[in-house]
T-cell receptor, first 112, second 115 residues
Framework: DAKTTQPPSMDCAEGRAANLPCNHS???????VYWYRQIHSQGPQYIIH???NNETNEMASLIITEDRKSSTLILPHATLRDTAVYYC?????????????FGAGTRLAVHP | EAGVVQSPRYKIIEKKQPVAFWCNPI?????LYWYLQNLGQGPELLIR????????DSQLPKDRFSAERLKGVDSTLKIQPAELGDSAVYLC?????????????FGEGSRLTVL
């Protein structure tokens, strides 16, 4: 399994971009990078995923380095509702099925 | 579209008592997961079902935990007897068949407190 390393916590001012880093130096060529977030007292919520190209959707952008050993999740204009734990996960394929292994994540606090 | 539904949301029991959690996945999702989440930690996979078959239960403590997914739809996770260390949030998730984006859809979880 490729493991990920994330800072335990980060702060961001409301309206500013939040850039959440993730290291996954042992990722293999066919493994994807997934990002989920978990707001207090809720289940995790999918944000975005990518293989090697940068990706963008209505929630965030995902920047993956050329060597694929690290990535950054970008929330372009953070709001108070973005306060959550953000998980960077490398997707392990086991027996042909999806398998996601969560780490401890980064606790993002967005403040006024 | 209705999301993953779990019940109960909260359960408080005394140690050695049994407890059961129920999950209704999103309609049409073949794969169902049960995760355990301890305070301050990320979710850990307990068991994964593909339709009614448990395809990965390697992390399920089989001495006291059991799960079933009859007819390949709803699922129940049971603990008997419960121990103090079982206090945690039990999350259910579902996903479409392999070949999709790999996104998992989670319920809100069932928070268990064992006294």
């Amino acid at each position: 399994d490729a493991k990920t390393t994330q800072p335990p916590s980060m702060d961001c001012a409301e309206g500013r971009a939040a850039n959440l880093p993730c290291n996954h130096s042992t990722i293999s060529g066919n493994e994807y990078v997934y990002w989920y977030r978990q707001i207090h007292s809720q289940g995790p919520q999918y944000i975005i995923h990518g293989l090697k190209n940068n990706e963008t959707n209505e929630m965030a952008s995902l920047i993956i380095t050329e060597d694929r050993k690290s990535s950054t999740l970008i929330l372009p204009h953070a709001t108070l509702r973005d306060t959550a734990v953000y998980y960077c996960i490398v997707r392990l394929r086991s027996g042909g099925y999806n398998k996601l292994i969560f780490g401890a994540g980064t606790r993002l606090a967005v403040h006024p | 579209e209705a999301g993953v539904v779990q019940s109960p949301r909260y359960k408080i029991i005394e140690k050695k008592q049994p407890v059961a959690f129920w999950c209704n996945p999103i309609s049409g999702h073949n794969t169902l997961y049960w995760y355990l989440q301890n305070l301050g930690q990320g979710p850990e996979l307990l068991i994964r079902y593909e339709n009614e078959e448990a395809v990965d239960d390697s992390q399920l403590p089989k001495d006291r935990f059991s799960a079933e997914r009859l007819k390949g739809v709803d699922s129940t996770l049971k603990i008997q007897p419960a121990e103090l260390g079982d206090s945690a949030v039990y999350l259910c998730a579902s996903s479409p068949r392999e070949g999709s984006t790999g996104e998992l859809f989670f319920g809100e979880g069932s928070r268990l407190t064992v006294l």
